[in-house]
């Protein structure tokens, strides 16, 4: 079996052109694999470039040079130049993400946010309900909120739905962009044995731990990000 | 992956005299896609859709259309009645104005009905079923079906402009600012709506909008457009958080936070 997520080379800038289209580095170079049952933290300092690197690989940042190969369905796709359809598909099926903010749609309950990944693969909605319920009762969102939009939530009970949502599939590989940042201690361990239950599971996590508890808990390999740091090259 | 694109633009230009409408797009359209087409106004985003669904010929360019029956037809070279009866069943078209969609001096259940009975349904009992059940869809009570749509609020009315253009099933529905002109409590019902009905139906769409948080909920895809080009395209999630051009960079950051 071939390893889930190989970065080759990977460099990313921004260009602002409302500044003068002054060119901002961030990455160079990267290059990491992360294998399955395996959980690898990305670390460094704040700036460095750990959350652009998450998102290039889930496509909302686009890569300048490199590439990302997923495994997805049995061949490879790289990410890196992946038509909007099929990068669609792979998050669908493939590749799953914990972002730091819930992005909330008007109206829709807590309850079927984290449903949906699973309503999205064509499991019946019911179903697909009943084991958002598990995890939301896991993860200890009181009852009276499920059925209400998370907009009014506070951080942490917004960040314990999208975990929840991040969580609800098999997705063969997950990147968590610090999903225990605003969580107490009771769940931030809830959320440490999910992370372990996923790589018992045989998926690959790749993921941004600030607090250092959980870093030791979760993380198999640090990857310094400084290295792929195009400003810590010129210095 | 056998499946092949709905729509196939190639190269598509419209001329006004010398101005330019829009200007050599090119771009394929999946089953199950939602397309956002941004831009400020005058940029050509409407000029576009109104090429692409045949309520204006391109000055030069195809459109090809995959048929139920899996035959691509250049859409400018259908007949007109051809061309009708598939606006009628197999597209829908929501107009910013619900008073351009709907007929506003017939029944609510009459305008959701009309649709039906285009595609050759007869039943009376039939057809008032199920306009019922589009009304309750759309979140209108049934008690309102013999109401005129003159008498609906804003809201309400886009409402039913979408359940008469849903209800023949169709594969391909064009949007022009479907929520442009409602209050935003009325906005976040629509969109939530037409979110779960797209996902629902399976349906295609394209969706002409100068407003990205809309272009962010509803579309997989999304196109920029200034001066009639389209001068950035791709995931959406991806033009919004790095975008490219220095116009959609302009756009980005001139969104409001709340």
Known sequence: MATPLVVSEVAKSFTMHLRDGIRLPVVNGVSFSVKKGECVVLGGPSGVGKSSILKMLYGNYGVDAGQILIEHQGHLVDLAKAAPRAVLEVRRDTLGYVSQFLRVVPRVSALDVVAEPLVARGVDQAVARERASELLAKLNLPRELWQLPPATFSGGEQQRVNIARGFITDHAILLLDEPTASLDATNRRVVVEMIAAKKAEGIALLGIFHDEEVRDAVADRILDVSAFSPRKAAA | ?258
Request: aromatic content about 6%; hydrophobic content about 40%; proline content about 3%.
């Open chain 2, 1 to 258: 992956m056998t499946q092949t694109p709905l729509l196939k633009v190639n190269d598509v230009s419209k001329f006004y005299g010398s101005r330019i409408g829009c200007r050599n797009v090119s771009f394929e359209l999946w089953p199950g896609e939602v397309l956002a087409i941004v831009g400020e106004s005058g940029s050509g985003k409407t000029t576009l859709l109104s090429c692409l669904s045949t309520r204006l010929m391109p000055s030069s360019g195809i459109v090809e259309y995959h048929m139920r029956d899996g035959q691509y037809r250049d859409l400018a070279r259908m007949g007109e009645a051809e061309r009708r009866f598939l606006m009628r069943t197999d597209w829908g078209f929501v107009h910013q104005n619900p008073a351009d969609g709907l007929r506003m001096t017939v029944s609510a259940g009459a305008n959701v009905g009309e649709r039906l009975m285009a595609v050759g349904d007869r039943h009376y009992g039939n057809i008032r079923a199920t306009a019922a059940d589009w009304l309750r869809r759309v979140e209108i009570e049934e008690d309102r079906i013999d109401d005129q749509p003159r008498a609906f609020s804003g809201g309400m009315r886009q409402r039913l402009q979408i359940a008469r253009n849903l209800v023949t099933s169709p594969r391909l529905v064009f949007m022009d600012e479907p929520t442009g002109g409602l209050d935003v409590s009325v906005q976040a019902r629509l969109l939530d709506l037409v979110r779960g009905l797209v996902h629902d139906l399976g349906l295609s769409a394209i969706i002409v909008t100068h407003d990205l948080a809309v272009a962010r909920l509803l579309s997989h895809r999304m196109m920029v457009m200034k001066d009639g080009l389209v001068i950035e395209q791709g995931l959406t999630d991806r033009v919004l958080d790095d975008p490219r051009e220095p116009y959609t960079q302009l756009l980005v950051s001139s969104i409001l936070q709340v």
